[in-house]
């Protein structure tokens, strides 16, 4: 029963599929690999990468919980010498993508600079270089009163590379940015010894139970790929530990109402989180191992 | 605040041609950031779709995932490139239920965006079609409300 839900969302995905055919190709690995056939298309991987939350949510959480920022979390700038494949590139592209929003968030703005030339570096390296606009970020890094031009910046420069890899049939890549900005979020969410408020981030990390069912769908498509293997090994035992955390929903029709002629939906249905502090440390210790794969 | 020293900066970019420029590509989503406001900018999605040929067909529909948290409001708006007829509209779905949408059918308001003040956490469905299923090309831009920083 433990694969009950991305069982479900792969049938629902696949029902509402708009009759594409297209699979999931891949131009991730340096020498191509041959894959039978894909679990989803294509076009379905590219429906549900964007479940995978933007950093600027959990490092603003954190911040707003009053954890206290830790450099020693970071992945380590001088790491980025280990990083001769693409697949460990792309994957490092998403933590240092995460990193350099966590250090804006805590306003280290002006100690980011060795995370933004990495970032330039790596998606250079993957050909998507042209969207990260590594020379204005350089230029507002050195005021930390630019935070939001940065944040702007720098995510909507990770959408669009997102969005040129899928045009260009290099969806895994895409994908793999996403997991490891992701697992880099977890990471520095599930490593925070003091907060004014533990049980909201608690929360959020339950929460992405359902983040890590749409992982596993997406990471289906590329089953057959050797390199993504150990990946995929790693993200089936972390849900195993995320099925004890419980959600429980109330639905309700939501109300509208328009207020100066900006339309608001009020939602009346809620969510509940069951998380114990033993399960999030489970995660945390998980995620600390898939995390020192990945960086490594 | 400092969101307007970039809307300045986008000013300057956009305006010194003599108007702003909503072209389909991807400076549509420099113009349609500011109709952010004051919440934070977290994801956007590029859309483009060709005119339904079927006469009497529903719209062709992109859709997305996207995981919104409960306690937050959300704005949920979208962009017109300037050379296509397609007018885009944006709506969210829990589910199979549509929790709301910019473009009122039954009235014909299209409100171009809207909040929605989130109480359940969990996956939720990003669409967008064109009225009448012209051809169009828009930009959709998901923000969160601004948290107080320290």
Redesign the interface.
């Known amino acids: 029963m433990k694969y009950t839900l991305p069982a479900l969302l792969v049938f629902f995905l696949a029902a509402?599929g708009?009759g594409d055919p297209g699979t999931a190709s891949d131009l991730l690995s340096d020498s191509l690999l041959n894959r039978n056939e894909a679990r989803i298309s294509d076009k379905q991987v590219?429906?549900?990468i964007?479940?995978i939350?933007?950093p600027?949510?959990m490092s603003?959480?954190l911040?707003?919980c009053g954890v206290i920022y830790s450099n020693d979390l970071l992945n380590p700038a001088g790491n980025i010498s280990k990083y001769n494949t693409n697949y460990k590139k792309a994957l490092n592209l998403g933590t240092y993508g995460t990193d350099l929003v966590h250090m804006n968030i805590f306003?280290r703005t002006t100690s980011s600079l060795e995370y933004l030339n990495n970032i330039k570096d790596l998606a250079g390296d993957l050909k998507v270089g042209q969207f990260f606009d590594h020379e204005t970020l350089t230029r507002l890094s050195e005021n930390s009163?630019?935070?939001?031009?940065i944040?702007?910046i720098t995510?909507?420069g990770f959408?669009?590379m997102s969005?040129f890899l899928q045009e260009q049939n290099r969806t895994s890549v895409s994908v793999l940015i996403g997991i490891g900005t992701w697992v880099e979020s977890l990471y520095l969410a599930t490593n925070i010894e003091k907060a004014t408020n533990k049980d909201e981030v608690f929360?959020?990390i339950g929460?992405q139970k359902?983040?890590l069912d749409?992982i596993i769908i997406m990471l289906s498509a590329f089953a057959d790929n050797e390199e993504f293997k150990d990946l995929m090994e790693d993200i089936r035992a972390l849900k195993i530990i995320f099925d004890k955390v419980k959600?429980s929903?109330t639905?309700a029709e939501?109300t509208?109402k328009e207020i100066d002629g900006?339309?608001?939906?009020?939602?009346?249905?809620?969510?509940s989180?069951a998380i114990s502090e033993e399960i999030f440390n489970e995660i945390s210790t998980k995620i600390s191992a898939i995390r020192t794969k990945i960086i490594n | 605040m400092k969101k307007f020293l970039y809307i300045i900066l986008l000013g300057f970019i956009f305006l010194i041609p003599g108007k702003a420029s909503a072209q389909c590509n991807d400076e549509l989503l420099n113009v349609c950031y500011p109709s952010l406001g004051e919440f934070k900018y977290l994801k956007s999605w590029p859309v483009k779709i060709k005119k339904n040929k079927k006469k009497g067909a529903p719209p062709s529909v992109l859709r997305f995932n996207v995981v919104l948290n409960g306690g937050y409001k959300y704005i949920l708006t979208a962009c017109d490139a300037e050379e296509y007829e397609g007018k885009v509209v944006i709506s969210l779905y829990s589910g199979n239920a549509l929790v709301g949408s910019s473009y009122d059918a039954k009235t014909n308001k299209d409100y171009k965006k809207f909040i929605f003040d989130c109480k359940k956490s969990g996956v939720y469905y990003v669409s967008f079609y064109f009225i009448d299923g012209e051809e169009g090309c828009a930009i959709g831009v998901l923000g969160q409300q601004e948290m107080n920083r320290k």
């Not at chain 1, 009163?145 to 031009?149: E, I, L, Q, R, T």
């Not at chain 1, 900006?262 to 969510?271: A, E, G, M, R, W």
């Open positions: 509402c708009s590219i429906e549900i964007t479940s939350p933007n600027v949510e603003s959480l911040q707003k306003d009163k630019n935070v939001d031009s944040l702007f995510n909507s959408d669009r969005n929360n959020r929460e359902e983040v749409m959600i929903y639905y939501p509208m900006v339309l608001v939906i009020v939602d009346n249905s809620t969510s989180v």
